[in-house]
């Protein structure tokens, strides 16, 4: 058997590929709700006698195919964005690509008769609640045990879905429209923090004096946090933009509540976690020189992407199997996030990014533009990097086991349910 055979099922199928891409674009729900998604997906599998677990993080479903060692994962997203009227949702990021991918992937190996019996399995997991939103669905669902974290990824880690797993890959559209494809990029990590800075009301005419401004306590630390991004490297992608979410009220009552939220995004862990005790002492030093009160608190968003290059060899040469050098971007630095960080932190993980889009991301002007890019010749380098993967297996690294306790201990710690779900 040669990748070819996947190739050329791949093409066979090319009609029907299409239209579950059309349909899953018009199938655009929020993350831990993508319900109709999920039917969508089993009633394909249902179809095609191929098992699968489904309600997996609420919505999430996992498929295997093939036997014994390596075991590969690949994920897929399945989650889409909030219209910008706010009126109902749209795929704005691209995930129904991804779904349409790994669907494509998984009937173009079944139709290859592969992986072979005990040659290795390939687990396609189907991840629910990419984009980091919507906090109070989801924290609601945390309170009532559905989940135990707000990203489909991290509910899955936890469960210990990935144990068992040997190496990662995914794809997501990018937005380079010059290029086919790009390899090797990184994603920022960050961390959420938010500051309640308290004081003492009193008349503001009357009496400023007996009170204690809150205002005053963010506006200070809004200027220390714009001083701090001196103290990092550019490399390092030190991202602070605080916003005031809670000013002060009325006018002529000194504000005894100011609140204030920042993600802190960086390029790395080390920069990450040093960042964020920088900003808690800038933000509770801050309100100590203005006699206030001060409470943070942080909630963790995703890790820092570092992808395997042992990996992207593959992906790339399976690239250049459909494309020539210069059609190929590589080494993007990018300042979005994703939860596939999380797994890169655990495992040896690809995110190889693939062009086609017309429009912005996260925006209601997101359309397919090349949709042989998207879906045709994306899944054929992943095709053939599964296929190479098998024959040249990755390893579950020995540290993973100790990675994860320390990667849940960190979730655990500073997962705080009050965080957004105040209006
Ligand atoms: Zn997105
Ligand atoms: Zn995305």
Known sequence: MKKESLFAAIDQRQAEILSWGNA?????????????????????????????????????????????????????????????????????????????????????????????????RISFFFTPAEEFIDFTFRDQCIAEGKIRYRSGKQNMIAEGYFDDVDCVLSAHANGETEYLFDINSTLAGFLAKKAVFLGTASHSGAAPHLGRNALHGAVL??????????????????????????GGGTVNIIPDRTVMETYIRANDNATLFAAEEQVDQCIHHCAAALGLGCETETTPGYLP????????????????????????????VSGASGDIGDLGFLLPAVQMGFSGIKGQFHNDNFTIADKENCYIRTAKVLAGTLFDLLQKPMHQPAEFAAK????????????????????
Not at 83 to 98: E, P
Not at 234 to 240: E, M, W
Not at 306 to 316: G, K
């Open 404 to 423: 994860k306790e320390k990667y849940l201990k960190q979730l655990e710690k500073r997962q705080n349910l009050e965080i957004f779900t105040e209006s």
């Open 305 to 332: 992407l570092r992808q395997s290059a042992e990996m992207n060899e593959m992906v790339l040469e399976n690239m250049l199997l459909f494309c020539e050098e210069d059609q190929i971007l590589r080494n993007v």
């Open 221 to 246: 630390a809004q200027n220390a946090l714009s001083f701090l991004k001196d103290r990092f490297p550019a490399s390092a992608g030190l991202q602070l933009h605080p916003v005031i979410t809670e």
């Open 24 to 120: 899953f674009f018009d199938c655009a729900e929020l993350g831990f709700q993508e319900v109709k998604t999920a039917a969508a997906i089993t009633a394909l599998l249902d179809q095609w006698n191929i098992p699968y677990e489904s309600g997996i993080a609420m919505t999430g479903i996992r498929v295997t195919l093939g036997s014994g060692s390596p075991h590969i994962a690949f994920v897929s997203d399945m989650d889409a964005l909030p219209c910008k009227s706010k009126n109902g949702t749209v795929h704005s990021c691209g995930h129904s690509i991804q779904t349409t991918l790994a669907l494509t992937l998984i009937r173009a190996l079944a139709d290859c008769g592969l992986p072979k019996k005990n040659s290795g």
